[in-house]
């Protein structure tokens, strides 16, 4: 039972024009969501996240969606860099009770931004 | 800087042959987790410490266990690797608030593989 999904694998952009990743989710209990980005021969490093207290969280070039009637995020990148291009990954959490931040990561999409 | 690091970054072990991979983080985070992530999947999380306590998911083999010695280091024992145990082991780090899902700070992987 995957509670995490990004049903798109891969992703090809233009520089300069807008990336947009999609995550959605099942567990209602998930009240955290972050995203990672992965090079590879790299591990994951954090990029943005989003409380489901908002629904909207930027930071530069990176803005972070929250649905959480749909139980759907996005990420979206503008303008897209070809040092943009990586493995992202959509990751969920519970911040209440005993979890300690665990995390629950979706598949992954791989960005390729084109010159 | 500081750091999560893991040792090897390339482990080959032979079936039913005990593997150890190892972590350490310079962080001083008290929570520490090992992922396991197959190709084109999503990492799957194996257990984690909260400081001394050692939390185990359901789904996870008993052929894996773990260590953790003391703050800074956290070991993953593999008893007996089958061909299905090939994959990238990630350990990660965080630091936690109370309420609050705080990022987790990845080291680069090691990769097993099974002969």
């Known amino acids: 039972d995957q509670q995490v999904k990004q049903n798109s694998p891969s992703l090809s952009v233009q520089e300069g024009r807008i990336s947009i990743l999609n995550c959605d989710y099942t567990?209602?209990?998930?009240?955290?969501f972050l995203w990672y980005k992965k090079y590879p021969a790299e591990g994951p490093t954090f990029l943005i996240s989003?409380?489901?207290?908002?629904d909207k969280n930027e930071d530069g070039r990176f803005t972070v969606f929250l649905n959480k009637s749909a139980k759907h995020l996005s990420l979206h990148i503008v303008p897209s860099q070809p040092g943009d291009s990586a493995v992202y990954f959509c990751?969920?959490?519970?911040?209440?009770?005993?979890?300690?931040?665990?995390?629950?990561f979706g598949q992954g999409t791989i960005l390729t931004v084109h010159p | 800087d500081a750091m999560v690091i893991q040792n090897p970054r390339y482990q080959v072990t032979q079936f039913g042959k005990p593997v150890t991979l190892s972590c350490s983080q310079t962080?001083?985070?008290?929570?520490m987790y090992w992922y396991q992530q197959k190709s084109s999947q999503a990492p799957k999380l194996l257990f984690h410490?909260?400081?001394?306590?050692?939390?185990n998911e359901a789904d996870t083999p008993d052929n894996f266990q773990s260590r953790r010695p003391n703050t800074s280091f956290c070991f993953l024992d593999i008893r007996s690797p089958g061909l299905g145990d090939a994959a990238m082991y990630l350990c990660?780090?965080?630091?936690?608030?109370?309420?609050?899902?705080?990022?987790?700070?990845f080291g680069p992987g090691t990769r097993l593989t099974v002969l």
């Open positions: 990751a969920a959490s519970s911040a209440g009770g005993t979890s300690y931040g665990k995390l629950t």
């Open positions: 989003i409380s489901s207290i908002k």
């Open positions: 962080l001083n985070h008290n929570v």
């Open positions: 410490y909260y400081d001394k306590d050692f939390n």
């Open positions: 567990n209602s209990m998930f009240d955290y």
């Open positions: 990660a780090t965080s630091r936690t608030t109370s309420g609050r899902v705080n990022e987790q700070f």
